[in-house]
């Protein structure tokens, strides 16, 4: 009830938004991609092949606004942007000469009504796991809140193999659908339409296969797609491998039960050797998925070391306890680190780490900064592993 009323306050921000910026969205051609995984990875996959087919194409992520070249920051913790940034950022590219316009979007940015006024020409689903179930309470409001993208949308592109499938279709069945999958069942897969790609994992074949639908929706031809494929590269904080030497370091954003499944699994495949993996959970959001991701981390890790990732005001001891909760009986608790500071744990994970072992460090990523709460301060992963390589003269 007091969301709601709170969306009114959101609402007014959109409307004068759109004002001030001239509905910039009107004279474009714009691409909403939503879900609870995959999502920054399936819109820079968009891009990228639009980029490479030679139109005119920006980017709104969680990472970053690509606008005519031009790279903007958009935030420490944002995915989607507050209606002014998101109008300014259509705007530039409505000035820019732009077409095409992929912009990222969450179901609170859809529930907050952070997108009204933004004329969405295809709406694309990369899944729906339970997350920010502290926001939505429950999966169906989840759904319901995801489904806003696909009601503004004319065309909807989702996926067939997910299990929001049955949820979502049937709030969506009037509106032009083209699934995508594994299976025959599905207009687009890899079936009827064969591709390569560098990506690891069966996630991102799905997240390729979303971008397949889309770019060929709008007219790419599946020649250019599938070349396209072949040159693009992983988001930064997307399985972005920092260190590769006696042992590797991939920093990913994984951050849900739903991406950690997705994930770890293709990680062991592929990894002969010890898996050390670091991570937390995010303080005052979803507690329910704690026990989870312990449970899936200690399926497929060697070694875990449970660390702070934005406790805000929670203990991380407290979260760490939670996370551990879920840890499967048969993973050797003699392997299982609690230590609070970010740091200290990577510290950690460097120290233990053998030859040919990879260290997957998850949940911050790209993000530039940390909460203990008492607002943001500065936080690079990526500096934090130079550090700890440094400290263990590697």
């Known amino acids: 009830m007091w969301q709601d009323i709170k969306n009114i306050y959101h609402l007014f921000q959109a409307i004068i938004a759109n004002i001030i910026n001239g509905f910039p969205s009107r004279d474009l051609i714009i691409i909403g991609v939503t879900g609870t995984d995959g999502k920054t990875t ?80 295809i709406g694309v689903l990369t899944n729906i796991t339970n997350e920010h179930l502290d926001y939505h309470k429950n999966y169906a409001s989840l759904v319901k809140a995801k489904s806003m993208l696909f009601k503004k949308s004319k065309v909807s592109i989702i996926n067939r193999d997910d299990k929001s499938y049955e949820f ?135 070694i875990i070391i449970l660390t702070a990732e934005d406790p805000r005001n929670e203990s991380p001891e407290k979260i760490s306890k939670e996370i551990e909760k879920g840890i499967d009986p048969r993973f050797n608790k003699k392997n299982l680190y609690k230590i609070s500071d970010r740091q200290e744990a990577i510290n950690k994970a460097v120290k233990l780490a053998h030859k040919n072992d990879l260290i997957v460090i998850t949940g911050k990523a790209q993000e530039a900064s940390m909460n203990y709460g008492q607002g943001e301060i500065p936080w690079s992963e990526h500096e934090t592993v130079k550090k700890a390589l440094k400290l263990n003269n590697k």
């Open 168 to 302: 979502i279709f049937p709030l969506i069945k009037n509106k032009k659908i083209i699934t995508y999958g594994m299976k025959r069942n599905s207009d687009v897969n890899p079936l009827n339409f064969p591709f390569e790609t560098n990506l690891i994992g069966e996630f991102n074949i799905y997240n390729t296969l979303a971008a397949v639908a889309t770019t060929h929706e709008l007219g790419i031809n599946q020649k250019k797609i599938t070349k396209s494929l072949l040159t693009f590269k992983a988001p930064i904080g997307r399985e972005e491998i920092v260190y590769d030497k006696e042992f590797k370091i991939m920093i990913d954003f994984a951050h849900t039960p739903g991406s950690f499944e997705a994930i770890l699994p293709s990680l062991k495949k592929l990894n002969p050797n010890r898996i050390i993996h670091v991570f937390g959970s995010a303080g005052l959001r979803d507690k329910y998925k704690r026990p989870l991701m312990g449970k899936i981390s200690s399926l497929y890790s060697d």
């Open 42 to 121: 399936t819109s820079s996959l968009i891009y990228h092949i639009l980029n490479s087919a030679g139109v005119k194409v920006a980017l709104i992520t969680s990472v970053s606004a690509i606008i005519n070249g031009k790279s903007y920051d958009t935030g420490f913790h944002v995915t989607t942007p507050d209606p002014f940034s998101v109008q300014s950022y259509l705007k530039k590219a409505k000035d820019a000469g732009v077409k095409y316009v992929i912009l990222e979007t969450t179901s609170i940015g859809l529930h907050q009504l952070r997108v009204f006024g933004v004329k969405f020409e």
